[in-house]
């Protein structure tokens, strides 16, 4: 799948989980999952996340080495004053880099971030098996290789460059994001870098980090990587309003809620988030909220370092699903109706074969079927396409050589 289309399903409520792309239904949902997303050219640090990130820089340089520093290259009093009163994020979270620190002397840890391709390794398990078990309390025998494999290191994304409208290169497709001290592998980002934004898959880090937020320092470092990579939005993945491990995604600002009826976004004010129901559904268009131009942070929320409320390749799997049912029944929100899906072209969605393509309608001679005789090729095919997007059926593909 290339970077744009995932983009394309993303801001379609859609997410993946490994090599599993699902969307869940908010409003037949226990839990209902919400895509959000931040301006990361608008984002400006709370009082705790730069305090977070000035306390981890203060660790890796040392007091031996802050004091010589000093001394040795004095900053003017301008240099001084603007370090005191401002707080340039990207600059700050390179100031503890071997490459940004003036020597001699040596800083007390060398601190490294490099960003990898997605591939499984044993620095990178033994990371996950440690975060596994110390932070989300998993017994040794639950813990795999394989499934570190399948759920972190195995992408549907291909990787590929960019040019952007402005002329710069990014890269695109999943990466991982790795932090060392002193040569080992503390914390790994898990991301997709996309045409239009960083989405950030997973976090996980070793417990002797845990001290310093190191959930936090990631997602700040990932929204640094969105302002310098030129990429204009920084998605932490689905929030859901009732798991409380899930409330730090609103402390950064300004940001987006998608709504999943519109599919259009709107901004993560107060008034919205006040506005979800006890059990964590979001009703738009009942409530009347529009778009606006202002965002709120949400200080004092709960700390970022677990995030286990659904948002994993288990738990996309342990939920139960009802094969019976139509998509067109099922209530779910932006799903165009049976009528308005009967106007779409569905013989030539493209199909691919052992022995070549085709057309959908040639395979299945279906061209005096109706969308609604559930169960047929013709009614799963709209159900497929209604679920991606009618403008999306140019770029689908039924492969059926793999099966």
Not at 343 to 354: K, Q, T
Request: aromatic content about 10%.
């Amino acid at each position: 799948m290339s970077p744009a289309s995932y983009q394309t399903l993303i801001d379609r409520c859609w997410r993946r989980s490994g090599s599993l792309l699902y969307r869940p239904n908010q409003r037949d949902a226990c839990c209902p999952h919400y895509t959000i997303r931040l301006d990361s050219g608008r984002f400006r640090a709370t009082r705790d996340q730069r305090q977070a990130v000035n306390r981890f820089n203060k660790y890796v340089i040392g007091d031996s080495y802050a004091k010589e520093a000093a001394r040795l290259y004095p900053k003017s009093r301008e240099q001084a004053r603007k370090r005191d009163t401002e707080f340039d994020l990207v600059e700050r979270i390179h100031e503890s880099e071997i490459p940004t620190l003036k020597q001699p002397p040596g800083p007390s840890h060398v601190f490294a971030v490099t960003l990898e391709p997605d591939d499984f390794t044993e620095e990178k398990y033994r990371v996950f098996e440690n975060y596994q078990q110390v932070v989300h309390h998993e017994s040794p025998s639950s813990i795999s290789r394989e499934g570190f494999r399948r759920f972190l290191c195995c992408s549907p994304l291909k990787r590929e460059q960019f040019t952007a409208p402005d002329g710069r290169e990014r890269q695109l497709g999943s990466f991982h994001q790795c932090y060392r001290v002193d040569g080992q592998l503390v914390a790994i980002g898990v991301l997709d870098l996309l045409p239009d934004c960083v989405s950030a898959v997973y976090f996980l880090y070793h417990e002797s980090i845990h001290k310093f937020s190191p959930g936090k320092l990631g997602a700040l470092r990932e929204i640094s990587l969105a302002v310098e990579g030129g990429y204009r939005w920084w998605y932490s993945g689905f929030y859901i309003h009732t798991c409380a491990k899930m409330r730090y995604k609103i402390d950064f600002s300004p940001q987006q809620i998608l709504n999943p009826d519109t599919m259009e976004w709107v901004d993560l004010t107060e008034s919205v988030i006040n506005k979800f129901d006890g059990h964590g559904y979001l009703d738009f268009e009942r409530n009347g909220e529009s778009t606006t131009e202002s965002a709120v942070s949400t200080e004092g929320a709960v700390p970022m370092e677990v995030d286990d409320c659904g948002d994993n390749i288990s738990d996309v799997e342990d939920e139960e699903s009802d094969e019976e049912a139509s998509l067109f029944d099922s209530g779910m929100p932006g799903i165009p109706s049976v009528e308005d899906m009967s106007s779409i072209d569905l013989d030539h969605v493209a199909v691919r074969l052992s022995r070549g393509y085709c057309y959908a309608g040639d395979l299945f001679e279906w061209h005096s079927e109706s969308i609604r005789n559930e169960g047929s090729a013709k009614a799963m095919v709209a159900e497929l396409v209604a679920a991606v997007g009618p403008e999306s059926i140019n770029n689908l593909c039924l492969d059926f050589k793999r099966s």
